[in-house]
């Protein structure tokens, strides 16, 4: 075979499948919430149809990728039939959604509420009416579905599929570094992709959360007896956009999040800049030192929740707010 006919045969192989459980279930998360973005506004049927496919098929692998990181053993139906060299290669009977609730719930201690373990199984008697046999219903009722399960695993991944591939990391690079173990090397690299392709979908996801009509709604409707009393604090998302990020009054500098999109900065100075550029604006403020904790985290032009009309000076680290019409010696707490 000549140079150029096997140099033509490498350019043509197409590249293998290597789609981790974590990767699979975050593709299929990207691909529901694109489906009730983009498009028609609401989804049409077709985009809602694939939505929920896609969302009940993301719910079921990312819950069975956080039983398999308690133990891979625990994803077998008969855990007594475990094998790891079938595990491996695919080749065994997992359990159903509810068996992994359950496991999850009973074995790697992971709080799953009532209320969001009932719309998983109305999601899943959905996709199994769309999938098989054909559905007539309500499309509000679907979506309302859809945005339930979906409002619960992005708090799922935030609070306990990102943290267990910290864990997972954090593992093999410390039994790297006691170099007892080279086959520690590809665990470590893997755990970091997983990670990677985690924040970056959960990036890309958070610029189209502030578009689902209805998810809006009932994240917020959730969140209003929390936020009612952190009104006077509470802010435009520098990411979602939302009413719902809320900053420090205790001056200690730690991290700010938004209680919406679960979008988090390690510290207020980041979250101060990040909000000053993508929501106030560099020509309607500035971002200067806050008198009363000496951090560079006031910003002036700022809009908080009591009053969304209003621009003030806010500090996302002490919460001290300022008068922007009044002279540089008038704070107000």
């Known amino acids: 075979m000549s140079r150029q006919a096997s ?36 989804p049409s049927e077709r985009h809602l149809k694939y939505a929920v496919l896609h969302l009940q098929a993301a719910t079921e692998v990312l819950l069975k990728a956080r039983l398999i990181g308690e133990h891979w053993s625990l994803v077998y139906r ?16 997992s359990c159903n959604t509810d068996e992994t609730i359950d496991r999850l719930i009973k074995i790697a201690q992971v709080e799953i509420p009532a209320r969001s373990r009932e719309a998983i199984r109305k999601l899943a008697e959905d996709r199994n009416a769309l999938m098989h046999y054909g559905h007539t219903g309500s499309a509000y009722v679907i979506e309302a579905r859809a945005t339930e399960v979906l ?25 790297l570094s006691r170099n007892t173990a080279v086959t520690h090397r590809p665990i470590a690299a893997s755990a970091l992709r997983e990670r990677s392709a985690v924040d970056e979908t ?29 009104k006077h604090r509470t802010i435009h998302c520098p990411d979602c956009r939302q009413m719902a990020f809320v ?19 390690e510290s207020p100075d980041v979250a101060a800049v990040e909000y000053f550029y993508r929501i106030v604006g560099k020509d309607n403020g500035t971002v200067t ?11 002036l032009g700022a809009t908080v ?10 500090c996302f680290n002490c919460n001290a707010t300022y008068d922007v019409s009044k002279s540089d010696d008038e704070l107000m707490r």
Do not use: W
Request: glycine letters at 8%; charged letters at 30%.
């Open 78 to 93: 008969r855990v007594g039939d475990a094998d790891l060299g079938k595990f491996k290669r695919g080749d065994f009977e």
């Open 202 to 230: 959960m990036a890309e996801l958070r610029l189209k959360l502030g578009r689902i009509e209805k998810l809006v709604d009932k994240r917020m409707k959730d969140l209003s007896g929390d936020l009612n009393s952190l």
């Open 305 to 314: 929740a009591t009053d969304r009309h209003e621009e003030i000076g806010l």
């Open 289 to 299: 030192e806050c008198p009363v904790c000496k951090v560079l985290c006031l910003v």
């Open 151 to 175: 409002s619960f695993l992005l708090e799922f991944i935030n609070g306990e599929l990102r943290p267990m591939l910290d864990r997972q990391f954090q593992e093999a690079f410390e039994a």
């Open 247 to 265: 900053v420090n009054e205790d001056g200690t500098k730690t991290s700010v999040s938004c209680r919406f999109c679960l979008c988090s900065y």
């Open 7 to 42: 140099h033509r045969d490498q350019s043509n192989r197409r590249p293998d499948l290597t789609f981790t459980p974590v990767r699979n279930g975050m593709d299929y998360l990207d691909s529901a919430v694109t489906g009730l973005t983009e498009g028609a506004t609401p």
